[in-house]
């Protein structure tokens, strides 16, 4: 299953019973859930517990959820207060633990988790809107869109503007 199916989608399928969309969320989110048990400094069986705890609980609210297409938090968040009980002592501080390390696994996946519903609205949209901002986001400028598309060099900037009102309107801004 792609990576660019929305989690929304793939919690509705889920919640329909399909198999394979509960395939797609475990292989998308399974590693942040382990890196996340493993943050707390839990021995690799109490880690494997509360990840697993963690599916538990999706399963039994996945029918709850009001943002489906956040199921990636919800999961971070509800593994955290899993693995909080379970941690024994908190691991000693480093002072390299103050240099900024970038974006953690909760960020980068709820960065995935935009980009793959920006991707699914992107597909969704007619042409030549789709191409346009493809066009666009590859760095092409007007003119090159233009020749591209075959249009004229003055309507790339309102066609852009009409393609990101229904961009926007796609993902529900």
Known sequence: MSDLVAPGALVARARD???????????????????????YGLPKAAAEDAVQTTWLRLVQHLGDLRSPD?????????CR?????????????D??????????????CVERDRLSRVAAALESLPEPCGRILRLLAATASYAEVAAALGLAPGSVGPARARCLGKLKAALGE
């Open 17 to 39: 019973g399909d198999a394979r969309a509960w395939e797609a969320l475990v292989a998308r989110y399974h590693p942040m859930l382990w890196s996340i048990a493993r943050a």
């Open 81 to 93: 207060r899993e693995c909080a009980p379970l941690a024994r002592v908190p691991a000693p501080r």
């Open 70 to 78: 956040a199921v990636g938090a919800w999961l971070a968040t509800t």
């Open 95 to 108: 002072p390299a633990d103050d240099a900024d390390p970038g974006p953690g696994p909760e960020a980068l």
